[in-house]
């Protein structure tokens, strides 16, 4: 026989059978040792939620397309053109993924009647699906943190969800992030600035790109939301819905900005600010940084006290904000490079017999807190202790403990230090001292 109907056979062998899946263009996976920062950012959140006293709520991915229709505004970018909609192929019912979680928490704030015995301070976590056009800090499936007060008209509360993501920043160790605020009023407010809107509008047809041409009768407060800078300057000219508050609104703003100033808060005023939803009312505000290109707001949110009777509850006002988990994390990676999690100890096994003893011991140790990693492989790929030595120290444990078989047989174990270099201190410790060990090891964290 030839060579080379053998190399052919090996490679037709070697061909993979199935062609190569990957994942949906603008959906990310999150894999270790990146997904050690969302875990590490997750639990501040929950930590700082927790001393704000907001509960955590979850609500399904999944709702019926007439929520964000209803709740969002149908001439908004995300109905529009940004949402994953689908018909249920069992009973045809029109389903989107949720491309954002205040319409769903509200939903389900009023299906379980959640305000009957006073109002609710929510906060969520997970992901969201917009149809855009994925680049730096925006994907399709991205992640929002939110956190939601229902029930409340109060200028505090406002000024508490403000105050709690200043403090999340804080605790971040987050800088260069600014506040920007701006109130929308009432409705009627909206209604008479919205004529003058349009008038004005229409003086400057020439310059409107084709969505504010199409928005100029629907929906002409978004246009002041456009990111298209050959529109700016007619933008920055148009009337401002603040000159059309009347004195409750004013007082309301004025309440919220009081407390900021008190707390040293420092915010700046933007009249264009109009978030991206139909649903806000009165204060509206975002976290910005200059640090992420045009990609900058990391945070927004504001007063919505109409939506829950726009999808069917009871009337009740509300204040919210969301936050992009990636756009954080992003300018995170910048401004504070963490090092990878790293075990406190890897376990070396010179012979694999001796596994049954060892998982018994490493069992006990991470049941009192210690984080073990255990050196594992194929029977015939065990390894020597060098190269379980070397994988020791690339896992970045503080420790190797040794599992020698003759050390275990006078019911000991081998600790090595893995920082002080080559030479790191070795000791014997008998395994019923091994509780104390950790416990001191513990208390060196
Ligand atoms: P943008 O103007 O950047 O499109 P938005 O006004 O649509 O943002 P919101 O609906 O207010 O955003 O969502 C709150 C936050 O969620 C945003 O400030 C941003 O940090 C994040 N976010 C929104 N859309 C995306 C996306 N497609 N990818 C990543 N993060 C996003
Ligand atoms: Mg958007």
Known sequence: MSEK????????????????????????????????????????????????????????????????????????DIVEKEMYSFEDKLNGEALTLRPENTAGVVRAVAEHSMLYDGGK?????????????PQRGRYRQFHQIGAEALGFAGAEVDAELILLAHALWQELGLKDVRLELN???????????????????EQHQDVLDEDAKRRLYS????????????????????????????????????????????????????????????????????????????????CGGGRYDYLIEQIGGKAAPAVGWALGVERVLELLREQAPTQAPSPDVYAIV????????????????????????????????????KSQFKKADASGARHALIFGSDELARGEVTVKSLRDGAGGAQQAQPLANLAQWAITLQSQH
Not at 356 to 379: C, D, E, W
């Open 5 to 76: 109907p053998l190399a052919a056979a090996a490679a037709a062998a070697s061909a993979p059978r199935f062609e190569k899946l990957s994942a949906v263009k603008g959906m990310n996976d999150i894999l270790p040792p990146e997904s050690a920062r969302w875990e590490w950012l997750e639990d501040k959140v929950r930590q700082l939620m927790a001393r704000h006293a907001y509960r955590n709520i979850r609500t399904p991915i999944v709702e019926p397309t007439p929520l964000f229709v209803r709740g969002l505004g149908e001439v908004t």
């Open 121 to 133: 301070r929510l906060y969520y976590m997970g992901p969201m699906f917009r149809h855009e056009r």
């Open 350 to 385: 010179p012979d694999a017999s001796a596994l049954p003893q060892v998982l018994s011991t490493l069992t006990q140790l991470r049941a009192l807190g210690v984080s073990v990693q255990m050196h594992a492989g194929g029977a015939e790929s065990w390894g020597s202790m």
């Open 183 to 201: 109130s929308l009023g009432q409705p009627d407010e909206r209604r008479a600035h919205r004529a003058a809107l349009i008038a004005y509008l």
């Open 219 to 298: 929906n002409p407060l978004r246009i002041l939301d456009t990111k298209n800078p050959a529109m700016r300057e007619v933008v920055e000219a148009a009337p401002r819905l603040i000159d059309f508050l009347g004195e409750a609104s004013l007082a309301h703003f004025n309440s919220v900005r009081s407390i900021l100033d008190a707390c040293g808060v420092a915010y700046s005023l933007n009249p264009r600010l109009v978030r991206g939803m139909d649903y806000y009312n009165l204060t509206v505000f975002e976290f910005i940084t200059e640090s992420l290109g045009s990609q900058g707001t990391i």
